[in-house]
């Protein structure tokens, strides 16, 4: 598992995000889309940064009677907003399994 941080250099200082505070935010995004949750967020999630760009993989447990497919393309949605937004970061992927029905 990655969880690489990411450091931006500017003209005032230095910004760090440690890849626990990433992977954090990943975690939020996901679980603001109704019927998701991450499976097992020290394990089951991966972000990996470089150069400004960012990959992400998560396990999620879905509720029963979401449309999977859509429950996985709105998370992908709301965790590459959370990035790109908050992070400022360029997102390549977001790699969903879901792997449990709760």
Known sequence: MSRAGYVIDGPLGRVELPGATLAALVAAA????????VRRPRRGLD???????VRVELELAAARG??????A???QVSVADALGGTA???????????????
Not at 47 to 53: I, K, L, Y
């Open 47 to 53: 972000v990996a940064v470089s150069d400004g760009h």
């Open 73 to 75: 393309r709105a998370v």
């Open 88 to 102: 400022g970061l360029v997102v390549d992927a977001v790699d969903v399994s879901i792997e449990e029905l709760e």
């Open 30 to 37: 996901a679980e603001q889309v109704v019927g998701a949750r």
């Open 66 to 71: 979401v449309v999977l497919p859509e429950l």
